[in-house]
Structure formats: C-alpha cells, structure tokens
C-alpha cells in the first residue's frame, strides 16, 4: 500500500517520513518499529537522556517525549479521517510542547512504559481500518491528509528522530 500512496494524501513536508516508512503495512510497519524502537531507547545511557547536543536543542527525553505527544496527535488524525470527519483540524506547535512536557523529569522505563502504551493503541486503532478508511481524506494544519499517510508518517517520523539521536546524541 506504501506504493499506492499518492502526494495528494499528505502535505509535501511529511514526504521525508513516509519515505523512511519501511514496511508497506501499516499495522506490520507500526508493531515492527516499536520493538525497534524499544531495545533503541534500551540502549541509551541513562546520563544521555538530558543531554542536549547545543544550547537550545531539545534532550534525548524530549525528543522521545516529542515522538510520544506526535503519536498521540497524528493517531487522532487519522482517527477522524477514517471516520469522515471533514472538520478541519487545526496544527500544533511542536516547539510549546516540548518546555511544558517535563521529560527530563521521567525516567527512561515509564517514557518506555508511555510509548508501548500509545503504539499498542495506535496499532489496534489501524487494525480497525478497512482500506477504504484508510485512504479517506481529511484537512490538518490547512493541507490534505489521509488516514494512511498519517500512519506512515507515525514510523517514518520515529525513524528519523531515531537517525538524529545515533548522530547527534550518542
């Protein structure tokens, strides 16, 4: 299905996401790249989850923190599209986010705990999408998206902060 999407589906900003999305699946797609992401963030040093690479620059919390807050907003996007809900749904701040999210006050296991918990919630939320569901077009942030290209952007957007942490962090 990753094949079929087309450019029509999502805002071009999001076509770096979808392109790191690796399985045509999305429910495959979602449950293989949260072990991935589970025995990742594993690996981390504890002394490098508040560790910023440049003044201004988020920690390694944050930015899981910023992946979970993602997962939880985009799988309600997808959510309404589904359900063929053509209200349109205004974007998010990012940058508010993160400094009112307290990660670098969490520990490592319940960050771990929180992620499992929203992805398991977002994998049964795409199990129960049929294909007509999921290629349904709402607006979020004044652009088109379909409940697809929301899904694909969740794997897509864990892999490149993923990418940014081995490099910029680790």
Same mark, same amino acid.
């Given at each position: 299905?990753?094949?079929?999407?087309?450019?029509?589906?999502?805002?071009?900003?999001?076509?770096?996401?979808?392109?790191?999305?690796?399985?045509?699946?999305?429910?495959?797609?979602?449950?293989?790249?949260?072990?991935?992401?589970?025995?990742?963030?594993?690996?981390?040093?504890?002394?490098?989850?508040? *560790?910023?690479?440049? %003044?201004?620059?988020?920690?390694?919390?944050? #930015?899981?923190?910023?992946? /979970?807050?993602?997962?939880?907003? !985009?799988?309600?996007?997808?959510?309404?599209?589904?359900?063929?809900?053509?209200?349109?749904?205004?974007?998010?701040?990012?940058?508010?986010?993160?400094?009112?999210?307290?990660?670098?006050? *969490?520990?490592?296991? %319940?960050?771990?705990?929180?992620?499992?918990? #929203?992805?398991?919630?977002? /994998?049964?939320?795409?199990?129960? !999408?049929?294909?007509?569901?999921?290629?349904?077009?709402?607006?979020?942030?004044?652009?088109?998206?379909?409940?697809?290209?929301?899904?694909?952007?969740?794997?897509?957007?864990?892999?490149?902060?993923?990418?940014?942490?081995?490099?910029?962090?680790?």
């Amino acid at each position: 299905m990753l094949s079929q999407i087309s450019e029509n589906e999502y805002n071009p900003y999001y076509a770096m996401y979808i392109s790191k999305a690796e399985y045509p699946d999305i429910v495959l797609g979602l449950q293989n790249s949260r072990e991935e992401f589970v025995d990742f963030v594993q690996s981390i040093p504890e002394d490098k989850m508040t *560790y910023a690479y440049a %003044d201004g620059k988020w920690t390694v919390a944050e #930015v899981l923190q910023h992946l /979970i807050d993602t997962e939880r907003i !985009f799988s309600y996007r997808a959510l309404r599209f589904a359900r063929n809900d053509q209200t349109p749904i205004m974007g998010f701040e990012q940058d508010d986010y993160v400094p009112n999210s307290n990660a670098n006050h *969490y520990s490592k296991e %319940d960050m771990l705990s929180d992620f499992v918990a #929203v992805r398991n919630s977002s /994998i049964t939320l795409f199990k129960s !999408f049929t294909d007509e569901m999921l290629t349904r077009i709402g607006e979020a942030s004044k652009s088109p998206m379909s409940a697809r290209a929301a899904g694909y952007i969740l794997s897509g957007h864990q892999k490149h902060h993923c990418e940014i942490i081995k490099e910029r962090y680790l």
